[in-house]
């Protein structure tokens, strides 16, 4: 399975010809138990430990890889997980991993075992790894196949070592949904005039006609997301109506409860090649270990016509453009974000799905009075990476700039709060693509 995954990742670099970002991080082995602390676990996607990259959970169906960016898959189909991820260390460390189940909120477990959803002891030793070769930064490469689980939900997997649950490496989310519900959906221009050039508007109907619900009003919750992408997550409150005797629900109003920034389509980089200055690359040093990457100097949009130009809504894809029969040869690189923008914007932070969207100190961009410019330096592998720049608190999206006429995918998710069971399951979900949907 995993050479068909080499084989199909590596034509996508090659068609989408662009470039990549993440910090420095230590080569070094694990450190003892005894001389530091555990982290606490966090239900989100989250490396632990700086040497842990490029993690991904990559969705399979009928054994053909589907996705890399959207681990949803449905209840007791012929779909299936694999989860992959890097170590930047020379030696080969015993993981295993485990599944927990949780609430709709990613807030907490669910109040369930684990031989509840698992046919098997929740304790697995990831079996799978090779190390890489011809890279200046070493690395080994694990993989591992998700288990089926027995129902629906909001699922975390945990990565842990040395056969103890509390030295965490990594956590990363799915979800499994049953497929129970109907759902139809439309993208319009926001219904808030001065909104109306910057915003899209989503609204939805959700039919419940192969499941019986106690009370759809109460008990119904959806969420609706932008570009996979929980940070651009919206929790919809009750409907707007219930009709055909409470088995239409009616999603649709006139406040921006459901409006979304339209954001703008994607800035990108290529870096799966040091034989010259692909995409977004100004310079690379190949005598520097790892090798140094510096892109070019990103500028604001806000004050910019639109463009229109194709993406993957923020995602990357890894490879060698030169090498391209396995992601073992695929160096990582020292890569080095600029970007020339006011400093009365505020905390600006470079956000991805190569960096899980986290608005943290590693993604923060640093000013520099000397140049002028704001800065982010991050350790990346080898691919095509998409981003953009984001600023807290600010719907305006100051430097990017929103247009209702960007090209986004949305999903929604509807979960049931069953108030007779102990887990909140998944009962419908579909995704769409804005112009599409218009």
């Given at each position: ?27 070094g ?17 989250r ?30 189909a ?100 049953e ?14 005039v ?7 508007e989503?609204e ?16 119904i ?5 932008q ?19 409470n088995k239409?629900l009616?999603?649709k ?52 016509s ?6 993957r ?6 490879g060698?453009?030169?090498r ?18 006011p400093q009365?914007?505020g ?13 943290d100190n590693s993604?923060?961009m640093?000013?520099d009075?000397?140049?002028g410019?704001?800065?982010n330096r991050k ?6 990476y ?15 700039g929103?247009?209702f ?12 709060k069953?108030?007779q069971?102990?887990?909140d ?9 804005s112009?599409?949907?218009?």
């Amino acid at each position: 399975m995993k050479h068909n995954i080499y084989i199909l990742i590596s034509f996508l670099v090659i068609i989408l010809t662009t470039n990549s970002c993440v910090p420095v991080q230590s080569t070094g082995g694990s450190t003892s138990s005894s001389a530091r602390s555990y982290p606490e676990l966090e239900f989100e996607n989250r490396s632990y430990q700086d040497r842990i990259n490029t993690v991904q959970l990559v969705q399979f169906r009928n054994n053909q890889m589907n996705s890399t960016n959207n681990p949803i898959i449905e209840l007791d189909a012929n779909e299936q997980l694999l989860l992959t991820f890097d170590d930047i260390n020379t030696q080969q460390q015993q993981y295993f991993a485990k599944i927990i189940h949780c609430n709709k909120d990613w807030t907490a477990k669910s109040n369930i075992q684990s031989m509840d959803y698992l046919e098997e002891y929740n304790q697995f030793l990831i079996k799978e790894f090779e190390f890489s070769f011809d890279t200046k930064m070493g690395y080994v490469h694990y993989e591992w196949n998700v288990p089926k689980v027995n129902i629906s939900g909001n699922y975390l997997v945990v990565v842990y070592q040395n056969n103890n649950e509390e030295d965490i490496i990594l956590s990363e989310r799915f979800m499994v949904q049953e497929n129970n519900v109907g759902i139809s959906y439309k993208v319009s221009a926001s219904s808030i005039v001065s909104k109306r050039r910057t915003h899209q508007e989503i609204e939805f109907e959700v039919f419940l006609n192969n499941i019986n619900v106690l009370n759809a009003v109460t008990d119904i919750h959806p969420v609706v997301r932008q570009n996979n992408n929980w940070l651009y997550a919206k929790k919809i409150s009750d409907p707007f109506k219930i009709t055909d005797g409470n088995k239409r629900l009616v999603y649709k109003f006139f406040d921006g409860e459901l409006n979304f920034a339209g954001g703008n389509e994607f800035r990108f980089f290529n870096i799966s090649t040091i034989n010259f200055k692909s995409n977004g690359v100004a310079n690379i040093n190949k005598e520097t270990t790892p090798v140094s990457v510096e892109l070019l100097i990103d500028k604001t949009r806000s004050t910019q016509s639109y463009r229109e130009w194709e993406d993957r809504n923020g995602g990357f894809v890894i490879g060698n453009s030169e090498r391209q029969n396995t992601p073992l040869v695929a160096d990582y690189f020292l890569t080095n974000f600029n970007l020339e923008a006011p400093q009365e914007y505020g905390d600006i932070y470079v956000v991805g799905e190569f960096n899980n969207w986290h608005l943290d100190n590693s993604n923060k961009m640093i000013y520099d009075p000397t140049t002028g410019m704001y800065s982010n330096r991050k350790l990346l592998k080898q691919g095509y990476y998409e981003y953009n720049y984001y600023v807290e608190n600010r719907d305006d999206n100051p430097i990017e700039g929103n247009y209702f006429n960007t090209e986004n995918s949305y999903d929604i998710l509807i979960y049931y709060k069953n108030p007779q069971l102990r887990y909140d399951r998944l009962i419908g979900y579909t995704k769409f693509n804005s112009r599409a949907a218009q």
